[in-house]
């Protein structure tokens, strides 16, 4: 993260904080090793076999979910009894197994980026520049598009088949078409939608129901909870009429739109020196990195879900003390703590609703927080700054950022904090804080894409390279300093922002 890497240097300048001693401490050192070198192991074996390798990976991820359900469903007794082996469940599970499934993960996605950055290796010499001055890696970053195994872009292929099945049934059409939103989810809870939009839904949310706005937050709703931002989607979804539009024709033009870099980075190294070797690597690379680099949203799909699976626990031992009246609401246990949990299971003696209450309302004081720091130190020290302004005319100032996914477009700002209440117009550039897979719906209708935080690997990069929308991130103060309505050219390839007339 570029902005995050400005406050960085800052920090290790700083005298204050300089090691008091020379070197790293052999027990660091071991530790390291234990880390990297099954780290490089895996990453080599990635590479050579990446389509059975990446089979494994998620194979044995899902296998630990599995178990992970069945010691859940396993979990015997009183409220109490329950609380406490579900509190002592997690962390045995944490420390038994996903130490490797998450090496497995890091080392996929390492292969893919260590092929995605091989071809920028191989391509910056012998590529015709862009305006930017950086047409090679414009190319570069067009492989990715249109990634497969994605579960993000899975998802939304997925929900455009509900809205297809909805779309074709008429009375599921209808409902949708008359009610509201709110009626629609509630119905769906109570299982009184019709036929075809209820089978459809479930099966959806069997599969991607753990997933939620601020999904990394266990204590956030989850869709199976609430689906009714999804319904909100699917609502969009079926105004879509043109063939163009449709999320499986963007996604086929994107993955079209690689192809077609693939062989424009290929003509580019082909008459450089040793050419047939270099054209034999870009391949190589390009294959690796679209086996490999869509699993970049694989290890937080499998830790949402792995939340889900415990959250869903949870709510269901807080019901039992909310009804014993113990708790005042069934979530009040996710704002505890796992070593409080436990205390709490043990029957100990204190004001555990005084201390629920007290966190609630800090959890609610915190939403009238404007920004974020990018980075915290110890001391209580902040980083706010992201990629900043050019200096010049404020009034016309050029916004300066991280560019993520190459194009230039203009268009009407639209300033976002929360995709449920979006409201976005098609064309309209996205502007917004950052963004978790519930933004993703959202990228099929915006032009562009403007975050105040992220990188290159960031969720809204990956998924608007995959989209074929310019996006910059990083961009400081982004949504105070634009305005809904205000006209602006985004540039993914040189990462300006250019407030307009």
Same mark, same amino acid.
């Given at each position: 993260?570029?902005?995050?890497?400005?406050?960085?240097?800052?920090?290790?300048d700083?005298?204050?904080?300089?090691?008091?001693?020379?070197?790293?401490?052999?027990?660091?050192?071991m530790?390291?090793?234990?880390?990297?070198?099954?780290?490089?192991?895996?990453?080599? =074996?990635?590479?050579?076999?990446?389509?059975?390798?990446?089979?494994?990976?998620?194979?044995?991820?899902e296998?630990?979910l599995?178990?992970?359900?069945?010691?859940?469903?396993?979990?015997?007794?009183?409220?109490?009894?329950?609380?406490?082996?579900?509190?002592?469940?997690?962390?045995?599970?944490?420390?038994?197994?996903?130490?490797? /499934?998450?090496?497995?993960?890091v080392?996929?996605?390492?292969?893919?980026?260590?092929?995605?950055?091989?071809?920028?290796?191989?391509?910056?010499?012998?590529?015709?520049?862009?305006?930017?001055?950086?047409?090679?890696?414009?190319?570069?970053?067009e492989?990715?598009r249109?990634?497969?195994?994605?579960?993000?872009?899975?998802?939304?292929?997925?929900?455009?088949?509900v809205?297809?099945?909805?779309?074709?049934?008429?009375?599921?059409?209808?409902?949708?078409?008359?009610?509201?939103?709110?009626?629609?989810?509630?119905?769906?809870?109570?299982?009184?939608?019709?036929?075809?939009?209820?089978?459809?839904?479930?099966?959806?949310?069997?599969?991607?129901?753990?997933?939620?706005?601020?999904?990394?937050?266990?204590?956030?709703?989850?869709?199976?909870?609430?689906?009714?931002h /999804?319904i909100?989607?699917?609502?969009?979804?079926?105004?879509?009429?043109?063939?163009?539009?449709?999320?499986?024709?963007?996604?086929?033009?994107?993955?079209?739109?690689?192809?077609?870099?693939?062989?424009?980075?290929?003509?580019?190294?082909?008459?450089?020196? =040793?050419?047939?070797?270099?054209?034999?690597?870009?391949?190589?690379?390009?294959?690796?990195?679209?086996?490999?680099?869509?699993?970049?949203?694989?290890?937080?799909?499998?830790?949402?879900?792995?939340?889900?699976?415990?959250?869903?626990?949870?709510?269901?031992?807080?019901?039992?003390?909310?009804?014993?009246?113990?708790?005042?609401?069934?979530?009040?246990?996710?704002?505890?703590?796992?070593?409080?949990?436990?205390?709490?299971?043990?029957?100990?003696?204190?004001?555990?609703?005084?201390?629920?209450?007290?966190?609630?309302?800090?959890?609610?004081?915190?939403?009238?927080?404007?920004?974020?720091?990018?980075?915290?130190?110890?001391?209580?020290?902040?980083?706010?700054?992201?990629?900043?302004?050019?200096?010049?005319?404020?009034?016309?100032?050029?916004?300066?950022?991280?560019?993520?996914?190459?194009?230039?477009?203009?268009?009407?700002?639209?300033?976002?904090?929360?995709?449920?209440?979006?409201?976005?117009?098609?064309?309209?550039?996205? /502007?917004?804080?950052?963004?978790?897979?519930?933004?993703?719906?959202?990228?099929?209708?915006?032009?562009?894409?403007?975050?105040?935080?992220?990188?290159?690997?960031?969720?809204?990069?990956? /998924?608007?390279?995959?989209?074929?929308?310019?996006?910059?991130?990083?961009?400081?103060?982004?949504?105070?300093?634009?305005?809904?309505?205000?006209?602006?050219?985004?540039?993914?390839?040189?990462?300006?922002?250019?407030?307009?007339?």
């Open positions: 993260e570029p902005s995050v890497q400005q406050a960085l240097r800052q920090v290790l700083d005298p204050r904080l300089l090691p008091e001693r020379q070197g790293i401490r052999l027990q660091t050192r530790r390291l090793a234990r880390f990297l070198f099954p780290l490089g192991y895996n990453m080599i =074996r990635n590479w050579l076999t990446p389509e059975k390798r990446r089979e494994v990976i998620l194979m044995r991820s296998d630990l599995v178990r992970l359900q069945m010691r859940n469903a396993a979990i015997s007794g009183d409220r109490f009894e329950k609380l406490a082996q579900l509190s002592a469940l997690l962390p045995a599970l944490v420390e038994e197994k996903l130490p490797a /499934v998450f090496i497995r993960f080392s996929g996605v390492a292969a893919g980026m260590a092929s995605l950055n091989l071809l920028n290796v191989l391509s910056k010499d012998h590529f015709p520049s862009n305006a930017a001055g950086n047409g090679w890696h414009d190319r570069v970053m492989v990715t249109g990634l497969p195994n994605n579960p993000t872009t899975e998802m939304d292929l997925a929900l455009w088949k809205a297809q099945s909805i779309r074709h049934d008429a009375e599921s059409s209808a409902a949708f078409e008359a009610r509201t939103n709110a009626e629609l989810a509630r119905q769906y809870l109570d299982g009184e939608l019709p036929e075809t939009a209820q089978r459809v839904l479930t099966a959806f949310l069997t599969q991607y129901g753990a997933r939620g706005f601020c999904e990394i937050d266990a204590g956030r709703v989850r869709w199976r909870e609430d689906p009714e /999804v909100e989607v699917l609502r969009g979804y079926l105004q879509i009429t043109s063939e163009d539009r449709a999320p499986d024709r963007v996604f086929q033009r994107s993955a079209e739109q690689a192809q077609d870099a693939v062989e424009a980075l290929v003509a580019g190294v082909r008459s450089s020196r =040793r050419g047939w070797l270099k054209i034999h690597l870009v391949r190589l690379a390009a294959s690796r990195v679209r086996a490999l680099l869509g699993m970049r949203e694989s290890p937080k799909f499998f830790m949402v879900r792995m939340m889900g699976i415990e959250r869903e626990s949870l709510l269901a031992c807080g019901r039992e003390f909310a009804a014993a009246g113990e708790l005042d609401q069934p979530d009040d246990l996710v704002y505890l703590s796992l070593t409080e949990l436990q205390r709490f299971a043990a029957r100990e003696t204190f004001d555990w609703r005084g201390l629920i209450a007290q966190r609630r309302a800090a959890y609610q004081r915190e939403f009238q927080r404007r920004q974020i720091p990018r980075l915290l130190l110890s001391d209580g020290r902040a980083y706010y700054g992201g990629m900043g302004v050019q200096p010049g005319d404020e009034a016309n100032a050029t916004l300066i950022g991280s560019p993520v996914s190459p194009g230039s477009v203009e268009g009407a700002v639209r300033v976002v904090f929360d995709p449920r209440q979006a409201h976005l117009l098609p064309g309209e550039i996205l /502007v917004c804080p950052g963004t978790d897979p519930s933004w993703t719906p959202l990228f099929l209708t915006a032009a562009g894409l403007v975050m105040e935080v992220g990188g290159m690997m960031t969720h809204g990069a990956v /998924v608007a390279r995959e989209y074929g929308i310019p996006a910059i991130v990083g961009v400081d103060r982004a949504t105070r300093r634009l305005k809904t309505g205000q006209r602006v050219r985004v540039d993914g390839s040189s990462g300006q922002i250019i407030l307009l007339p």
